[in-house]
């Protein structure tokens, strides 16, 4: 059973860089052909697709957020992290890691994580 659970800072100031960490267990990153994705939903909104790193380590983002996006991984830790740069409160949301196995097709999701962009 593959488990994943977002951790970070649930409050951000605005123009700074949000940072948050999925732990993935039950199954290793590097497993042929799965893609990690970073998933938002922002409060009375529908989902927003932010990113993903492929079991290769390629990354791919949203045309809309590429600017402001990285996506890495620690292999030793079978952990992927999300960065989003210069946030603002419209950038405030519950953000989810899940596995993307067949072109935006999840199967497994963390529990997600509420982040607030405030100062």
């Known amino acids: 059973q593959v488990q994943l659970q977002e951790s970070g800072p649930g409050l951000v100031k605005p123009s700074q860089t949000l940072s948050l960490t999925c732990t993935v267990s039950?199954?290793?990153?590097?497993?042929?052909?799965?893609?990690w994705s970073w998933i938002r939903q922002p409060p009375g909104k529908g989902l927003e697709w932010i990113g993903y790193?492929?079991?290769?380590?390629?990354?791919y983002y949203s045309p809309s957020l590429k600017s402001r996006t990285s996506i890495s991984r620690d292999t030793s830790k079978n952990q992927f992290t999300l960065q989003l740069s210069s946030v603002t409160p419209e950038d405030t949301a519950v953000y989810y890691c899940a596995r993307d196995f067949e072109a935006g097709t999840y199967d497994y999701w963390g529990q997600g994580t509420q982040v607030t962009v405030s100062s």
């Open positions: 039950g199954g290793s990153i590097t497993t042929n052909y799965y893609y």
């Open positions: 790193i492929a079991y290769s380590g390629s990354t």
